[in-house]
């Protein structure tokens, strides 16, 4: 396995690609491909947050699966340090898969209920071959520590826990393997407001602690401005704008991002804030709109959005927009 060192991007995804073929309707000899994840691009560097952010169905969690090969994909790169990932068979990836981790949206369906704490980290712990006998006992003792978890809660069963406390196994068993990049997949939004926080100021603890390296996926904007370093933002399968989260929030240059920025309440009652309404719904992704596939919705549309796609641009330093208004 070849050494990763932090001079270069930890995680590289280069034109990653998902087509799903859609079922032929009766009578009907053509299959719709869906485009779910279309072209997207990104690089994240070391002990590095990357928050991906959009609606519902614009291809986040799609994305973040292809990168751990959960889901396969159909074209593109993904790259840890120097080596391409994609292009493994099966064999040969195996041993990545302990550096390349997820934490899964529920806390409920992402445990097996028949399992009790201990055997859930102690069977990765022994598919691993990282620890046995008393040395896995310990290493799960410390783990579910790690998580803010009693060691004398291993015994118990994930109905015993309450929401917050099963998503905490589930990062107690992403950290089983000491991995270097985690896929947070909408970690939080299951949870009761009060949970989020103390589960994403966990996250950040642990980041700091292991020099962890996340992909943080959420719809919640004022979740990812809190954790994320970088932001980018998807819209049907593709990434729209990405930039540092500081200058995304304060000069978001695309009209979707401007849109979803709108929508976060302030907690300031005086405060006035003109709040930015999408018309229509988002387009059929096995048949999405010609040129920019956001003019459908967008305030601002010109011709030239119907007829062109906008290329993903540079428009001020490390600040990437795709749209043919932006300036």
Do not use: W
């Not at 991995?179 to 966990?202: G, H, M, T, Y």
């Amino acid at each position: 396995m070849s050494a990763v060192t932090s001079a270069q991007p930890l995680v590289q995804v280069q034109g990653l690609k998902k087509h799903f073929n859609s079922s032929k309707l009766f009578f009907s000899k053509k299959v719709k491909t869906v485009k779910a994840v279309d072209g997207v691009s990104f690089e994240i560097k070391h002990s590095e947050t990357l928050g991906l952010v959009g609606e519902s169905g614009c291809g986040k969690s799609t994305t973040g699966k292809c990168i751990l090969r959960l889901i396969e994909s159909t074209d593109g790169d993904v790259f840890f340090g120097t080596t391409n990932l994609s292009r493994m068979d099966q064999r040969r990836f195996r041993p990545y898969r302990r550096h390349l981790q997820i934490i899964f949206q529920d806390p409920f369906s992402s445990l097996n209920p028949r399992m009790h704490v201990e055997s859930m980290l102690r069977e990765i712990l022994h598919v691993h071959q990282l620890a046995e006998g008393e040395s896995a006992t310990r290493r799960v003792n410390e783990l579910l520590e790690m998580v803010g978890l009693s060691s004398a809660q291993r015994h118990k069963y994930p109905h015993e826990f309450s929401g917050g406390q099963r998503q905490r196994i589930g990062i107690a068993r992403a950290l089983a393997v000491e991995p270097k990049f985690i896929v947070c997949d909408e970690p939080v939004s299951a949870l009761d407001v009060s949970i989020q926080a103390q589960i994403i100021n966990l996250l950040v603890d642990l980041q700091k602690q292991l020099s962890l390296t996340y992909l943080f996926i959420a719809h919640d904007l004022a979740v990812v401005r809190h954790i994320s370093n970088r932001v980018a933002v998807m819209y049907l399968g593709k990434v729209v704008e990405m930039a540092d989260t500081r200058q995304l929030y304060i000069n978001p240059l695309h009209p979707y991002t401007q849109s979803l920025l709108s929508a976060v309440p302030t907690p300031d009652p005086v405060s006035k804030k003109q709040r930015i309404v999408l018309k229509g719904e988002i387009p059929n992704p096995a048949d999405p709109p010609s040129g920019c596939t956001f003019h459908t919705r967008c305030p601002i549309a010109k011709q030239e959005c119907k007829e062109i796609h906008p290329e993903l641009r540079e428009i001020e330093k490390d600040h990437f927009v795709s749209c043919h208004l932006a300036n």
